[in-house]
């Protein structure tokens, strides 16, 4: 895709910018603030636009949050730069029916034993199932499954138990059940229409494209990408966007 035709880059953040649910740092910051200066930029991802805003130490640029039930921008008030939430979605969700389903699945799975609760309930309506439960400790997360084998093996059967949910590979060791039809496809269209771009005009800058990722409702649909094959590297991995390569 040439640089000229770009209108807008939309980013993922987690393995793309940065290491799960840690802030990103200066070198990636630099990185971001550079394209910013010559792209419009938007975040598309699957937390909270709260935590993204504050795990990017307070970056200006809108933010997609919980895969499109949320969204904010950066306002000004008293000379400060303010996160301003425009949409924040609830909803309602049976999490009676949910959590008998994550109990079959564990019990179907060699996933029994847990730290804390065995399932996570956002205010949005989208759910995590953390295969070591919440409370697990972030070390034990990180190694859990790096390279997805472990989440991608039960995938097909958590996609079955949750069948009128959009289904992802989250975090390190999770999965993201999400209402349908809310993905980052959808919340990055959306978002395009409403500022008139074109999704030829879109590039998206993201890791999770493969099977279960949830970037890959994105590449499916047609989308120009760039994968991030390590965040440590990202600013030399978006080095010909600005002209350094």
């Keep these: 895709m040439l640089k000229g035709n770009i209108k807008l880059i939309a980013l993922d953040l987690d393995g793309t910018l940065t290491q799960h649910k840690t ?6 910051r ?3 603030e550079a394209l910013q ?11 909270t ?12 640029v809108d933010i997609i949050g919980n895969y499109g039930l949320q ?5 000004r008030c008293g000379g400060e730069e303010q996160l301003r939430i425009l949409r924040d979605a609830r909803i309602e969700i049976d999490r009676v029916e949910v959590t008998r389903r994550i109990e079959e699945l564990r019990r179907l799975t060699p996933y029994k034993d847990y730290v804390g609760d065995t399932v996570e309930f956002h205010p949005s309506g989208a759910i995590t199932f953390p295969l070591l439960g919440t409370k697990a400790a972030a070390e034990d997360k ?15 059967l958590v996609k079955e138990y949750f069948w009128d949910f959009n289904v992802f590979v989250g975090g390190t060791s999770s999965f993201d059940i999400v209402p349908k039809p809310y993905d980052k496809y959808m919340a990055l269209k959306g978002y395009a229409e409403g500022h008139g771009i074109a999704e030829s005009e879109i590039l998206f800058i993201g890791d999770g494209f493969d099977t279960g990722g949830n970037d890959e409702p994105i590449v499916r649909a047609g989308i120009n990408c760039l994968r991030i ?5 990202f600013p030399e991995q978006i080095a010909a966007l600005l002209g350094n390569s």
């Design 71 to 75: 969204e904010s921008t950066i306002v």
């Design 142 to 156: 990180l190694l859990f499954d790096p390279g997805r084998e472990k989440r991608l093996a039960i995938y097909p």
């Design 49 to 60: 636009c709260e935590r993204v805003y504050n795990q990017l130490n307070r970056f200006p």
């Design 30 to 32: 630099q990185a971001l």
């Design 37 to 47: 200066k010559s792209y419009p930029l938007v975040m598309v991802v699957a937390g």
């Design 229 to 233: 094959s390590d965040y440590r590297r």
């Design 23 to 28: 802030k990103v740092e200066e070198r990636n």
